[in-house]
T-cell receptor
């Protein structure tokens, strides 16, 4: 079964550093997403990406965040200057646009110290 | 906008017990409804889904029926196993959007 692959599985970074979280969506999917889950809390939508541009973003997704699809297979989330409160599990997802064909990756646990 | 409310956890049961995890929703129209499961150390996996009223989604012995009268999509399993220990999330699409809105998650622990 096709998978969404995320790397790394766990990243520790110092506050103020930049991090890039990487994802390889399912190859024939058109919509790409990042979600975040702070420990013990809800899974929250961050951003959706379609046709090489952001289609929607939440209020969490401020100027410190950016997304990119640099080469037609990878989908990245960059946090420019990490804060302690950015510590969370970050999930990448892709969908075929049918409204319910979502596939999530296994997540990257980001720890900001 | 669309939203979903899940029963609070954690839930602890013995093996072979009957499971119900409640989920109610608020929505305009009749969106698809989903249950996702997150096993320890893993990502979110789609457990089951229903696309219209009175549909029943089922997978791995779990079932949920889309009930528009009670705006509910409760997750049930007749006989749980230790391997069902996980966090379960109810979810639905936000109106007019591709993105999903998740419930707060219910942590389920099954003891042998």
């Amino acid at each position: 079964e096709p998978e969404v692959t995320q790397t790394p599985s766990h990243q520790v970074t110092q506050m103020g550093q930049e991090v890039i979280l990487r994802c390889v969506p399912i190859s024939n999917h058109l919509y790409f997403y990042w979600y975040r889950q702070i420990l013990g809390q809800k899974v929250e939508f961050l951003v959706s990406f379609y046709n090489n541009e952001i289609s929607e973003k939440s209020e969490i997704f401020d100027d410190q965040f950016s997304v990119e699809r640099p080469d037609g297979s990878n989908f990245t989330l960059k946090i420019r200057s990490t804060k302690l409160e950015d510590s969370a599990m970050y999930f990448c997802a892709s969908s075929d646009g049918s409204g319910w064909g979502y596939t999530f990756g296994s997540g990257t646990r980001l720890t900001v110290v | 906008g669309n939203s979903v409310t899940q029963m609070e956890g954690p839930v602890t049961l013995s093996e072979e017990a009957f499971l119900t995890i409640n989920c109610t929703y608020t929505a305009t129209g009749y969106p698809s409804l989903f249950w996702y499961v997150q096993y320890p150390g893993e990502g979110l996996q789609l457990l089951l889904k229903a696309t219209k009223a009175d549909d029943k989604g089922s997978n791995k012995g779990f079932e949920a029926t889309y009930r528009k009268e009670t705006t509910s999509f409760h997750l049930e399993k007749g006989s749980v196993q230790v391997s069902d220990s996980a966090v379960y999330f109810c979810a639905l699409p936000l109106q007019g959007a591709q993105k999903l809105v998740f419930g707060q998650g219910t942590r389920l622990t099954i003891n042998p």
